[in-house]
């Protein structure tokens, strides 16, 4: 069974600091995909990424995927509170597996 | 655009009681549903999840059952819940095309 762990499992930062969070799976990414969760609702998809070494950047949020396809990072630039969530990574195969999760706290 | 329903949004349940909680889509057809159940401020754990009706895969042990009577129906059982089975579910749909939609969840209190 694939497990996908990530780290810091919690972050508190305040408002205009950089920030990184990773994750790390047991086996290699068939489609990694980074979302954010806020209190109640279901966790709203931030991006997909399938090839290794490939970066993406959202705005201030910049995905970096390992060249082995076996892990991610995060980078937050200049957060916000409006950055405040659980951010789940996941593999996207037959089923949708997700991590552990990081929750992060944006303090103004 | 689909579009995923849960209910009831909220529910408080004695231990042993049973359980089923509804999700539907609208949108799609012939979906990839998932079922989740999420433990506070922790990742998704995958219950189980359905790539068509009537077929139902497992990922944890545990006294939950699924049952998948239409294309655009999922259902999660129990008949006697525990005070474990606490949390918040969450429904998930993935499209032919691999895009993927989360219902509301709904939130289980077990007392």
């Known amino acids: 069974t694939q497990l996908l762990e990530q780290s810091p499992q919690f972050l508190s930062i305040q408002e205009g600091e950089n920030l990184t969070v990773y994750c790390n799976s047991s086996?290699?990414?068939?489609?990694l995909q980074w979302y954010r969760q806020e209190p109640g609702e279901g966790p709203v998809l931030l991006v997909t990424?399938?090839?290794?070494?490939e970066v993406k950047k959202l705005k201030r949020l910049t995905f970096q995927f390992g060249d082995a396809r076996k892990d991610s990072s995060l980078h937050i630039t200049a957060a916000q509170p409006g950055d405040t969530g659980l951010y789940l990574c996941?593999?996207?195969?037959?089923?949708?597996?997700f991590g552990t999760g990081t929750r992060l706290q944006v303090f103004p | 655009s689909q579009t995923i329903h849960q209910w009831p949004a909220t529910l408080v349940q004695p231990v042993g009681s049973p359980l089923s909680l509804e999700c539907t889509v609208e949108?799609?057809?012939?979906?990839?549903l998932y079922w989740y159940r999420q433990a506070a401020g922790r990742g998704l754990q995958l219950l189980f999840y359905?790539?068509?009706?009537?077929?139902i895969s497992s990922e944890v042990p545990q006294n939950l059952s699924a049952s998948r009577p239409q294309d655009r129906q999922f259902i999660l059982s129990s008949k006697k819940l525990l005070l474990s089975d606490s949390g918040f579910y969450l429904c998930?749909?993935?499209?032919?095309?691999?895009?993927?939609?989360f219902g509301p969840g709904t939130r289980l209190t077990v007392t």
């Open positions: 990424v399938v090839t290794g070494g």
């Open positions: 359905s790539v068509g009706i009537g077929q």
């Open positions: 949108g799609t057809s012939n979906p990839n």
């Open positions: 086996s290699v990414f068939s489609s």
């Open positions: 996941a593999d996207l195969t037959d089923k949708l597996i």
């Open positions: 998930a749909c993935v499209s032919s095309s691999y895009e993927q939609y």
